[in-house]
């Protein structure tokens, strides 16, 4: 009896309540990116001083966590952008565009952790070379990522 109740409140909420439909606006898509971007800031402070050295396990480590961190990050970021619909073409372009950046710096921090990992595995520079190679490339991604901003902001 309570299996029955307990889904057919499960259908209700579905059928009924379900997610939150995202807001199908310029302003909502702008808010998202400001304030994803300001919490931003902070995230890459600590990822760039924990990048700075490669050299000793205690500093790979540092590395690892930290990329960690700010692989969530920008996760959290193309979701909560991803979820949001533009009115405008403009600002629809630069929401597309921001949304490949986003993922290209994701694919530059998913081999980043791939070389760091390599690097702590084997205690070789192979790893920390494919890590710096790997920053190269987030360096564009979050240069794309910047000029996606200044056109949805406007």
Do not use: C, H
């Not at 606006?25 to 402070?45: F, G, T």
């Amino acid at each position: 009896m309570r299996k029955v109740v307990l889904s057919g409140l499960l259908m209700a909420a579905v059928l009924f309540g379900g997610a939150p439909a995202a807001q199908a606006s310029d302003a909502s898509v702008r808010e998202v990116v400001v304030s994803n971007a300001k919490r931003q800031v902070k995230e890459d402070k600590r990822f760039i001083n924990a990048m700075q050295k490669l050299r000793t396990r205690a500093q790979l480590r540092k590395a690892k966590a930290a990329a960690g961190r700010q692989a969530a990050s920008v996760q959290q970021w193309r979701d909560q952008l991803n979820a949001e619909v533009a009115d405008t073409e403009p600002v629809a372009a630069g929401r597309q565009k921001m949304l490949d950046a986003l993922d290209l710096y994701n694919k530059g921090i998913r081999r980043l952790q791939k070389g760091i990992n390599q690097a702590l595995a084997n205690g070789g520079g192979s790893g920390v070379k494919k890590a710096k190679q790997a920053l190269k490339n987030m360096r564009t991604a979050s240069k794309r990522i910047g000029q996606a901003a200044e056109l949805i902001v406007g």
